[in-house]
């Protein structure tokens, strides 16, 4: 009979199949939360996650830098600039690229490139230092501004050159500093200067940006590549199409540098754009200049504002409960029944 059944494929009625372990939570499943049906969760997160730890460290808006990712700098002894891969990246560009040294040209053995990006490198040497002192300055001034939550505080990609110059300048000066980096396909790492707890990674793009540009209040752009100039030209479309609910101050660092790289007066001349969109940003070309015209924006634009509502006297308990980015809740993203859930 046993036979029987076991060649028909009938089981011993008797058997108790292997006890089987639990299946994972939804949550704490990697296989799901990394698949394609996990995307909606992972995009949630990354809204989800920096919103509570900005809430938990009491940041109230921000000032972004932006700039070239392409530069490391070097000790201020050398007085040098190394070329990296890629935007961002941890290994330096080829050696054919770099820029050339000073026995290289002395000796006639730099290619015309490496003579460009040595005439560029001083430059660029000079805007990481111009970036540290401005963010230095802001920080400073931002400590000393009467309020419970962190002020304009210095924001930046997270990664090397300007974006390192940026949060270096803010930590020398006492204060918490941003670094937004974004996970890229090559080996990277965020600059040392950012503050542990406002070290954050980015999977997707469209997240990144929107925390850059939902908490600043101002932007400067200094020179830099595609990255750079995307950001710049989506905060001024955002502006132009009056798509950002508050007024936003942007500096543009080095004008003998932008002006090379575009030539805003043509696109006034076909029309494309309107001569008052040349007002929604103004250039500088020192520290001190662009200093003051963040602390001149910032002032006018918020603090004049807040003191004549009496907000600097709140109470601890109307700051904390105070939503983070007015307008966009936790129920914008989940639906109000899912948003009261407790976990």
Same mark, same amino acid.
């Given at each position: 009979?046993?036979?029987?059944?076991?060649?028909?494929?009938?089981?011993?009625?008797?058997?108790?199949?292997?006890?089987?372990?639990?299946?994972?939570?939804?949550?704490?499943?990697?296989?799901?939360?990394?698949?394609?049906?996990?995307?909606?969760?992972?995009?949630?997160?990354?809204?989800?996650?920096?919103?509570?730890?900005?809430?938990?460290?009491?940041?109230?808006?921000?000032?972004?830098?932006?700039?070239?990712?392409?530069?490391?700098?070097?000790?201020?002894?050398?007085?040098?600039?190394?070329?990296?891969?890629?935007?961002?990246?941890?290994?330096?560009?080829?050696?054919?690229?770099?820029?050339?040294?000073?026995?290289?040209?002395?000796?006639?053995?730099?290619?015309?490139?490496?003579?460009?990006?040595?005439?560029?490198?001083?430059?660029?040497?000079?805007?990481?230092?111009?970036?540290?002192?401005?963010?230095?300055?802001?920080?400073?001034?931002?400590?000393?501004?009467?309020?419970?939550?962190?002020?304009?505080?210095?924001?930046?990609?997270?990664?090397?050159?300007?974006?390192?110059?940026?949060?270096?300048?803010?930590?020398?000066?006492?204060?918490?500093?941003?670094?937004?980096?974004?996970?890229?396909?090559?080996?990277?790492?965020?600059?040392?200067?950012?503050?542990?707890?406002?070290?954050?990674?980015?999977?997707?793009?469209?997240?990144?940006?929107?925390?850059?540009?939902?908490?600043?209040?101002?932007?400067?752009?200094?020179?830099?590549?595609?990255?750079?100039?995307?950001?710049?030209?989506?905060?001024?479309?955002?502006?132009?199409?009056?798509?950002?609910?508050?007024?936003?101050?942007?500096?543009?660092?080095?004008?003998?540098?932008?002006?090379?790289?575009?030539?805003?007066?043509?696109?006034?001349?076909?029309?494309?754009?309107?001569?008052?969109?040349?007002?929604?940003?103004?250039?500088?070309?020192?520290?001190?200049?662009?200093? *003051?015209? %963040?602390?001149? @924006? $910032? =002032?006018?634009?918020?603090? &004049?504002?807040?003191?004549? /509502?009496?907000?600097?006297?709140?109470?601890?308990?109307?700051?904390?409960? *105070?939503? %983070?980015?007015? @307008? $966009? =809740?936790?129920?914008?993203? &989940?639906?109000?029944?899912? /948003?009261?859930?407790?976990?």
């Amino acid at each position: 009979m046993d036979d029987e059944n076991q060649g028909s494929g009938i089981r011993d009625q008797g058997s108790v199949p292997a006890a089987l372990v639990a299946a994972p939570l939804a949550y704490e499943n990697p296989a799901f939360l990394n698949s394609a049906d996990g995307r909606l969760i992972r995009i949630v997160a990354e809204y989800l996650e920096p919103l509570s730890r900005f809430r938990r460290e009491q940041i109230q808006d921000t000032v972004v830098f932006f700039g070239s990712a392409r530069f490391r700098g070097r000790e201020e002894a050398d007085h040098a600039l190394e070329l990296l891969e890629n935007t961002g990246s941890r290994r330096p560009a080829p050696s054919h690229e770099q820029p050339a040294s000073a026995p290289e040209i002395a000796a006639g053995q730099a290619t015309e490139l490496q003579l460009k990006r040595a005439v560029a490198a001083v430059e660029m040497a000079r805007y990481y230092e111009d970036a540290r002192r401005l963010a230095g300055l802001l920080t400073a001034w931002a400590k000393g501004i009467p309020s419970r939550r962190s002020r304009f505080v210095v924001t930046s990609g997270g990664g090397p050159g300007i974006m390192e110059a940026a949060n270096r300048g803010a930590r020398e000066a006492g204060g918490k500093t941003i670094g937004m980096n974004i996970r890229l396909p090559f080996e990277q790492a965020p600059n040392p200067y950012i503050t542990p707890s406002l070290n954050f990674e980015f999977h997707y793009f469209f997240m990144r940006k929107l925390w850059f540009a939902y908490l600043a209040k101002a932007l400067v752009v200094f020179p830099g590549g595609f990255g750079t100039l995307d950001e710049m030209f989506e905060i001024l479309t955002l502006t132009q199409t009056r798509k950002l609910a508050k007024k936003i101050t942007v500096v543009v660092y080095g004008s003998e540098y932008w002006k090379r790289v575009f030539n805003l007066d043509a696109l006034v001349d076909t029309g494309t754009i309107s001569p008052k969109d040349i007002e929604l940003f103004q250039f500088a070309d020192t520290p001190e200049r662009a200093f *003051e015209l %963040l602390r001149r @924006g $910032l =002032t006018e634009n918020y603090l &004049l504002a807040e003191a004549a /509502a009496g907000k600097p006297a709140e109470s601890q308990e109307a700051a904390d409960g *105070e939503d %983070l980015m007015a @307008g $966009l =809740t936790v129920e914008d993203f &989940l639906g109000p029944e899912l /948003a009261r859930t407790s976990k």
